[in-house]
């Protein structure tokens, strides 16, 4: 289990999304980097993410909880 | 509520056969917003029970607010499952039901921030008119993906209960992923990198330059190169011998 420091978050709380789309010309609203910055900093930091889906099953039987499982391209404290 | 109510974890994708590929991002650089199961290649929000059930997946992005109802809805499926006066048919049965149910339960405006993009709707008509379930009458639907009423277009949130409903409490490691969250083009680049506050793409941007993530050949440069290599020497030894691909 890894605990992580600032970020890019993955689009899931609506913070800096990790997609991108193919666009013919559409001029949304750009998050700029230190505000995603601020939002990864904030996710990564409160919660610790399992990269072993065992650990997290066994950490989430014994405090009984669901697990959030994410699929993403690169990792959740760097690239993406 | 991520925090305090789920174990949260991760799995890089990005060698996996089913993953799509995207403009490659650091932490501090920008992002634009976007639709609810918007590139759902690329990512996938699954809910497990503690013993590896997946009670429900989210394809793609999704809003804060649409999340955290999908969430709640996975605790709701996770009490069935755990439901010791149900059978495992009755189980399922209700699974289904509810998964279905809940399209008309969602937050207001979820259906709304669920549109599929452009895009990934005329590339399900142009290459796949015949077996997606992206329509609600693919016979109405213009294979040129040009004009096609919205109305003849599912919503994401539509899409994503409709194959979950299909899929009633499987165990994560026999989950059908690839076929899952197959749904609009595998490739997503919003050039966020190259965007002005107002979001207008930079002049003189080289996207053609940007760096990827995912199955891309941009991606892995070196593996692509080296896959080319072999492909050439195994093309000239089928044509002229051992000794041309030697050469080659």
Redesign the interface.
């Known amino acids: 289990m890894k605990k992580f420091g600032?970020?890019?978050?993955?689009?899931?709380?609506?913070?800096?999304?990790?997609?991108?789309?193919?666009?013919?010309v559409?001029?949304?609203?750009?998050?700029?980097?230190?505000v995603?910055?601020e939002r990864?900093h904030a996710?990564t930091n409160?919660?610790?993410?399992?990269?072993?889906?065992k650990k997290?099953?066994e950490?989430?039987?014994q405090?009984g909880?669901?697990?959030?499982?994410?699929?993403?391209?690169?990792?959740?404290d760097?690239?993406? | 509520m991520?925090?305090d109510?789920?174990?949260?974890?991760?799995?890089?994708?990005?060698h996996?056969h089913y993953?799509?590929?995207?403009?490659?991002?650091?932490?501090?650089?920008?992002?634009?917003?976007?639709t609810n199961g918007?590139?759902p290649h690329?990512?996938?929000?699954?809910?497990?029970?503690?013993?590896?059930t997946v009670?429900t997946c989210l394809p793609?992005?999704?809003?804060?607010?649409d999340?955290a109802s999908e969430?709640a809805f996975?605790?709701g499926l996770?009490e069935i499952w755990t439901n010791p006066e149900m059978s495992l048919d009755q189980k399922k049965a209700e699974f289904s039901r509810m998964q279905i149910g809940h399209i008309s339960e969602e937050p207001k405006g979820e259906s709304n921030r669920s549109r599929m993009?452009g895009?990934d709707i005329q590339f399900e008509a142009q290459k796949r008119l015949n077996r997606t379930d992206v329509f609600y009458n693919p016979r109405m639907v213009d294979p040129s993906g040009k004009h096609i009423p919205p109305n003849l277009v599912k919503t994401t949130d539509v899409i994503m209960h409709e194959r979950m409903a299909a899929r009633p409490f499987v165990p994560?490691n026999k989950f059908d992923?690839a076929a899952y969250a197959d749904y609009g083009?595998p490739?997503?680049?919003?050039?966020?990198m190259y965007?002005?506050?107002?979001?207008?793409l930079a002049q003189g941007a080289n996207l053609s330059q940007e760096p990827m993530?995912?199955n891309d050949p941009r991606a892995h440069p070196v593996e692509t190169a080296v896959k080319k290599d072999a492909r050439t020497g195994i093309s000239a030894f089928l044509r002229y011998g051992l000794r041309a691909a030697l050469y080659h």
């Open positions: 600032p970020r890019l978050l993955t689009s899931l709380m609506a913070a800096s999304t990790l997609l991108s789309l193919s666009l013919p559409r001029a949304e609203k750009v998050l700029e980097g230190a995603c910055t990864v996710l409160d919660i610790d993410w399992y990269k072993n889906l997290a099953e950490a989430a039987s405090q909880k669901l697990i959030f499982w994410l699929h993403i391209l690169g990792h959740i760097g690239a993406t | 991520l925090k109510q789920f174990v949260c974890g991760f799995h890089d994708i990005s996996e993953a799509g590929a995207s403009g490659k991002h650091l932490p501090d650089q920008n992002a634009v917003d976007t918007a590139g690329n990512i996938q929000m699954f809910v497990l029970a503690p013993d590896g009670l793609g992005y999704w809003h804060s607010q999340l969430l996975a605790q996770n993009q895009f994560y992923v083009k490739v997503y680049d919003k050039h966020e965007r002005d506050a107002n979001g207008q993530i995912g």
